[in-house]
């Protein structure tokens, strides 16, 4: 991915925006609504997804995704390298240049999946995420709440994934949604909880107000 030539460097820095919550509780949707917001608007913007900004990304992605034998460090450590990687080659420079950079899925799914409900503790992974993000914090992470058995039913729906997340049925995310209540409640000052069971208008008209708060 290469990052499309922002405004003059005296510029305002862009802001960065998080979209997190459980599989299938509507991210991707609600990113390709926020992108089409941007293009109506004819302002650049950089999309990315965590992990897999890259194709180096992409490898770690499939490689931690397809199999089980993995300990909840050394999963960290991979994404957090992938994080690395992008926050230096995509993130930072779009920021610098007054670009807005929207993520789906942030910093906070290594807390999450390998801290909260892994075996990683909460203050090592929020050091090697400062160190990863170069301190960089989400502006805003727009959390996308649903029920654990409407997340499993749409997964579920959507079939095979590969995803060995996914596949751990409905009592894993059952955990999951406890998860990302702790994680919004550890990091209220910046994550917005939207209700993600509504109809996809409804919940990108709650989104864009988001945004469009955000701008200034
Ligand atoms: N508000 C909604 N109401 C009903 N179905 C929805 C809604 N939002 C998304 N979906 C459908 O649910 C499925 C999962 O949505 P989506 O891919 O956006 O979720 P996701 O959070 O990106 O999942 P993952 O984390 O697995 O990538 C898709 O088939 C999508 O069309
Ligand atoms: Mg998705």
Known sequence: MTVPRGRASEVAEGKYVTFEGMGGSGKSTQVSRVKE???????PAVFIKEPGTHDFGERIRELVLGREDLDSLTEAL????????????????????GLWVISDRGPDGTEVFQGILGSVQLDLIEAITSATTRG????????????????????????VTNDKFDERGLK?????????????????????VVDGSRAVDQITRDVIAIIEGMVE
């Not at 959390?143 to 959507?158: D, G, N, Y």
């Not at 894993?172 to 917005?192: M, N, P, Q, S």
């Open 37 to 43: 917001w941007f293009e109506a608007r004819g302002q």
């Open 78 to 97: 991979l994404f957090e390298a992938d994080r690395s990687y992008s926050f230096a080659q995509v993130v930072l420079p779009a920021l610098e240049r």
């Open 136 to 159: 960089k914090v989400p502006d805003r992470t727009i959390l996308l709440q649903v029920s654990p058995t409407i997340a499993f039913e749409r997964s579920q729906r959507r079939g």
């Open 172 to 192: 894993f995310f059952e955990r999951l949604y406890d998860a990302y209540k702790e994680l919004a409640t550890r990091h209220a000052e910046r994550i917005v």
